[in-house]
């Protein structure tokens, strides 16, 4: 919107100490404290909204000092906006000299006194909406309109589930064996890294085991965790010749 164009709303503004302007969003600086919040699907779907429509259909409320904007009301429209890519919003602000008191009663009062839906008239006007895309606009459902009860989410527990212990069991020679064998491959490769195992090094253990028992044809998995520690052996000596690779 062009600053002439504003001119005249300015003027009638000014008996009341207010005034409206394109602002860029980077100048506009949000509550540090703020008691209303917003879910995520809500702001996902304010964003949505301010892309379809190019801009904020509704204006949040800011004090200016300088060159700065302190957003009073409307702080997630803010945030939305600038999250839908928009570099500037209109604004409604004051530059008259507010209290911290009366900076907090502004915040308060736009957020506390905003009225209360007829739930009837509120379904009338939904049902009137038949597109699904503008429903979802609306912000509105079934749930909050009380036609449909809201999930209920019942708690894992391991009492529902349906699980079995598997053990490898390995004679005390092996498991001997393995304890040298990693407490050389830890002495070999110490350094001031830490070592975190991840979810696919567990996945490249079990295709390991598989792989040996497939060539070896063995099926006892202790047997083919042997010849892994065989391999792991023979090799040992390539792991004084390298360094550790770190990893980020």
Known sequence: METKALDPINEKLSTSGLHIAMVPVSQCDLLEKNARFMRVEQHRQLVANIKRDGGLTSVPFALRTGDR????????????????????????????????????????????????????????????????????????????LGRMDPPSLDPLSEEGLEYRVVSIAFLPEEVERAEKLFDTILTETTGDVTWISRRSDYDRLLDALAASKSAAGVKNTATAFGLILDLAEAHIDELRQKEPTKST
């Open 69 to 144: 904007y302190l957003i009073l009301s409307g702080n997630h429209r803010v945030m939305a906006a600038q999250d839908a890519g928009l570099t500037e919003i209109l604004l409604l602000y004051t530059e008259r000299k507010l209290s911290r008191a009366e900076q907090v009663a502004i915040q308060l009062s736009h957020n506390a006194i905003v009225g209360q839906d007829d739930m009837n008239i509120l379904r009338d006007l939904y049902d009137e909406i038949t597109d699904v895309v503008l429903r979802e606009y609306s912000g509105l459902d079934d749930v909050i």
